[in-house]
């Protein structure tokens, strides 16, 4: 899975660590086996990224990464510059398992820690985290909303646009800003762009859910927007080929 594969794959540096890495691979792969069937489409396991869910058979792997983690000593990983990318496993794991917010702590120490060992990788994966999680908690309110009252839901469809879609502190608006740092490869933008589709994916079908309405047509222009750009990078073609048939068409103007 891509961000197995461009976080972790190669880790050089104490055993320990790279055995936090096989577990945390083995519990993406069995996450990618039961999740990407939620785009309704086969895609190279190269290039999808994990999308969102946590089967319990993946779980014990991410906890025991986590357990690998806690015994490593970071002045021994400072040694080799790895301190990032074990805050940002450790990140990632806590992410998996649904605790927000001790994953977008983590996240923040190994940005922190990116920056100081220069590894822009680690850098930018740190500071798109948040969005990803942003991604679960609108997933998760949605699922609750549902069994909501009718004004209720109107307001939970509100909370969930402004955190899939609007303002600073948006999944779209983090994502984006992740993007847009230095030295990030062609595969992980292929991925953070996924992931951004993946928030208007949600809010489209929040919005159907909750309150019966299509998406707006300036919501499918940025949509396409991400499509075009997903489709000049390397190896992204395909993808947003297979994407275009799975998201909104051209919609009538709305909220």
């Known amino acids: 899975m ?45 290039r999808a990224p994990v999308l969102p869910a946590s089967p319990d058979s993946s779980r014990g792997y991410y906890a025991a990464c986590l357990d690998v983690l806690d015994g490593l000593s970071e ?12 805050r940002l496993l450790r990140a990632l794991c806590l992410w998996r398992l649904d605790r927000y917010k001790e994953a977008r702590d983590a996240a923040n120490r190994a940005e922190e820690a990116s920056t100081a060992e220069g590894e822009p990788r680690d850098r930018i994966m740190a500071r798109a985290l948040p969005g ?42 983090m994502l984006g800003a992740a993007r847009g740092l230095d030295g990030i490869s062609d595969a992980l933008t292929i991925s953070l762009i996924w992931y951004e589709l993946d928030a208007y994916h949600e809010w489209w079908k929040a919005k159907d859910a909750l309150l019966r309405e299509d998406l707006a047509r300036e919501k499918k222009h940025e949509i396409d ?31």
Do not use: F, H
Request: proline fraction near 5%; aromatic fraction near 2%.
């Open 132 to 173: 990803m999680i942003k991604i679960d908690e609108a997933r998760d309110l949605a699922a609750e909303a549902s069994g909501m009252s009718g004004d209720e839901r109107v307001e939970a469809a509100g909370a969930i646009r402004a955190m899939l879609l609007t303002g600073d502190r948006s999944a779209t608006s």
């Open 75 to 86: 002045p021994k990983l400072a040694q080799d510059r790895l301190v990032s990318t074990a």
């Open 2 to 46: 891509v961000i197995a594969a461009l976080m972790l794959a190669g880790c050089q540096g104490p055993a320990a660590l790279r055995r936090a890495q096989d577990l945390y691979n083995r519990g993406v792969e069995i996450e990618n086996a039961g999740t990407v069937e939620r785009w309704n489409m086969q895609v190279d396991p190269e």
């Open 225 to 255: 927007a991400l499509l075009d750009e997903m489709e000049q990078i390397d190896g992204g073609r395909a993808i947003a080929d297979n994407l275009r048939t799975l998201l909104p068409d051209a919609d009538p103007p709305g909220g």
